[in-house]
């Protein structure tokens, strides 16, 4: 599990350890483990080519520190300054070593140097980095990155917000990140986790004076070892039953996909609940779904002991008897997932009754909105809840007290008083029709399988994710693809659980 803190929690943490250690240290190990991987990204050293970007603070320092290691070792290090003025130790250091220091000019639209490199370090800014780049900064971030040069970002790639990984105007693009003592929320999420590339954490000895993590991103044993394994006493109801109330006459798909996704996870059984139109066609496609034709709201199998858990809303509709069955849903006892329409008619609600059944729960509660719906949801702009979909996604879940699954480039999972969680297995294969309705049955059957909502929501983004990448090999896919691959997925992180 790769743990991020936030900017205050690191300031703390690296002020506590700066008391205990020499004055510089914790520069030069950063320097170290920098320059570690520029030797990782160069095809040689002596005689390679490096250009430093390097800003005022000590994000700078520390790419000049690392030019100055490489230009010991025979490359030619240039640094552009962005401002007037950058750590004077950094600076002295890589002329000391043989390395070249010039000003960047305001307005210069050259940077030759950058498209004749071999490598370029992004020190711009790191986490002392404040609302968007101004110039010159901004011109040196999109010139780094229209360069065919490799970048390697120091600590954060400059223009990335370090905490909610928003990026406002120009932000760099690099190919590897290496950030010091622990990760920063920024470069797990989108926008900023797409800026980032491939992350690598070098250890400055911070460990020991960070408390527990702000955010958290799953690898594939952490899934693997949270995923229920069906034993030899299992059985259908051991392994737990989910009550499906998905689809419509219009809507049929969102029934199937979503019967299909449960099925497809693992799950003891799926009682279907809805009309005969709809029914008949899951029961057509799934024969091994129970259908239960009953009217949903007098119905009695939603009493724990039949059922384990329920997941309510994909193409269900708004009408006001959808209301009165997801009213009679979250007055009951068993865990609920409420995706799509079930969002929409709790937008309906406007904080009513709807929402004082979802606070007052005890039993586990997940919703799982895309950008709009939770935009809707918490009467806030789409544009913003895709800038910072953390703090969005943690303001729902405070809320409406439960747990909260935001769907989209990168899903991220929020539990009150729990760390956040950032799903690493995204792809925009998964932007198709009918791939939520796949991951509420999915997610849904994680539940009935007795994971709680936080757990079962981000282990069910990480199949989906995965499902994704699995389907056709990276190929463009549709919804009912994801079905095939998902017992694929399983299977994967099988074989990746810890002995
Ligand atoms: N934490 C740790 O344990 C360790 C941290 N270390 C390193 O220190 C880094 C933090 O250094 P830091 O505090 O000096 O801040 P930093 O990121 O260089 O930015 C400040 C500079 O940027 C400027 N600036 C700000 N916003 C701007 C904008 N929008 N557009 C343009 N400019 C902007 C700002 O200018 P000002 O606004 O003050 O005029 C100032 O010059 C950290 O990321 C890591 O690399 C390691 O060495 C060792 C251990
Ligand atoms: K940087």
């Known amino acids: 599990m790769f743990s991020a803190h936030t900017v205050s929690v690191v300031r703390e943490a690296e002020y506590a350890l700066m008391a205990r250690v020499p004055d510089g240290a914790l520069m030069r190990r950063a320097a170290a483990g920098l320059a570690a ?63 070249r220091v010039r000003k960047f000019a305001d307005g210069e639209a050259d940077g030759a140097e950058m498209f004749d490199a071999d490598l370029i370090v992004d020190g711009l800014v790191g986490i002392g980095g404040r609302g968007g780049l101004r110039e010159p900064h901004a011109a040196l971030a999109v010139l780094a990155s229209n360069a065919p040069v490799p970048v390697v970002a120091v600590d954060v790639p400059s223009g990335v917000d370090a905490d909610t990984g928003e990026v406002v105007g120009a932000a760099v693009r690099a190919d590897a990140t290496v950030t010091f003592g622990t990760h920063k929320p920024g470069l797990f999420v989108d926008p900023g986790a797409e800026r980032a590339g491939r992350v690598r954490l070098a250890d400055i000895g911070l460990g020991p004076e960070l408390p527990g993590p702000g955010l958290v991103c799953p690898q594939a044993v952490d899934i693997a070892s949270l995923l229920p394994t069906p034993g030899a006493e299992s059985d259908k109801y051991r392994r737990g039953v989910l009550a499906v109330r998905a689809g419509s006459d219009p809507y049929r798909g969102a029934a ?20 005969k139109g709809v029914a008949d066609q899951v029961i057509g496609r799934w024969p091994e779904a129970v259908a239960d034709f009953r009217d949903p709201q007098s119905s009695t199998d939603l009493s724990p002991g039949r059922v384990a858990a329920a997941v309510i809303g994909p193409g269900r509709g708004t009408h006001p008897a959808n209301a009165d069955e997801l009213r009679a849903l979250l007055d009951s006892d068993v865990p609920v997932l409420v995706d799509a329409d ?70 991220v999972v929020a539990h009150p008083g729990a760390p956040a969680v950032a799903n690493p297995t995204g792809t925009p294969l998964l932007a198709t029709a009918g791939s939520g309705d796949v991951l509420a049955g999915s997610v849904g059957a994680l539940l009935a399988s007795g994971l709680p909502a936080r757990e079962a929501a981000m282990c069910g983004a990480y199949l989906h994710g995965r499902a994704a990448s699995l389907a056709r090999g990276g190929a463009p896919i549709s919804a009912s693809d994801l079905l095939d691959a998902l017992p694929l997925a399983v299977a994967e992180l099988s074989r990746s659980r810890r002995v």
């Not at 320092?61 to 003025?85: K, N």
């Not at 937008?347 to 004082?356: C, E, K, R």
């Open 256 to 275: 199937v996909l979503c019967v299909g996704g449960a099925l497809r996870t693992g799950v003891g059984m799926v009682r279907f609940g809805g009309g």
């Open 342 to 411: 079930g969002l929409t008619l709790l937008t309906g609600d406007g904080g009513g009754p709807l929402a004082g059944l979802l606070r007052e729960r005890t039993a586990h509660t997940l919703l799982t909105p895309h950008a709009g719906e939770l935009a809707r949801l918490l009467d806030a702009d789409r544009a913003d809840v895709e800038a910072r979909r953390l703090e969005h996604a943690a303001r729902a879940a405070d809320r409406f007290r439960c747990t909260v699954l935001l769907k989209g480039s990168t899903t």
């Open 37 to 99: 991987e520029c030797v990782r990204l160069l095809p040689r050293v002596y005689g390679s080519r490096v250009v430093l970007l390097v800003g005022g603070g000590d994000n700078g320092g520390d790419a000049l520190y690392a030019g100055a290691l490489l230009a010991a070792r025979g490359a030619a290090v240039r640094a552009l300054l962005a401002g007037g003025s950058a750590h004077e130790g950094g600076v002295g250091a890589l002329r000391s070593a043989g390395g």
